[in-house]
C-alpha cells in the first residue's frame, strides 16, 4: 500500500511540475498542492477502514498534508530558480526539502 501511495505522490508531483507558474512560488505550490492530493487519497481510504487501522491512516494524511506545506515553505524561503530547471531537478529539490 505504501508504494501505491508514494506512486501516486510522485505522479501528482511529477503532473503539478508541468503546469505553468513562475519561479519558486510555483514550485513551492505544486509540492502542496500534490502532498494534499494524496492526502485525500488517504483520507478516502480511511474512510474504507475501521478503528486503529482508520485513525492511523488519518493522521499519516494529515502528516502528509503539514509535510507538503512545511516543504512548500521552504522551497519559497530558499528563492531557488525552479524555472531554470528540470521537473526531474525540480522533483529532487522538493524531495530534499
Do not use: H
Not at 501511495?5 to 508531483?13: I, M, N, Q, V, Y
Not at 514550485?27 to 487501522?53: F, H, I, L, Y
Amino acid at each position: 500500500m505504501k508504494n501505491i501511495l508514494k506512486l501516486a505522490a510522485a505522479s501528482a508531483f511529477l503532473a503539478l511540475a508541468a503546469c505553468g507558474g513562475s519561479g519558486d512560488d510555483a514550485m513551492g505550490d505544486n509540492v502542496a498542492d500534490a502532498a494534499e492530493a494524496q492526502a485525500e487519497n488517504m483520507e478516502a481510504m480511511a474512510d474504507n477502514m475501521s478503528g486503529p487501522a482508520a485513525e492511523g491512516m488519518e493522521a499519516q494524511a494529515e502528516a502528509v498534508a503539514e509535510d507538503g506545506e512545511r516543504k512548500e515553505e521552504a522551497i519559497d524561503d530558499a528563492d531557488v530558480e525552479a524555472e531554470n530547471m528540470s521537473p526531474a531537478q525540480q522533483n529532487q529539490v522538493a524531495n530534499a526539502m
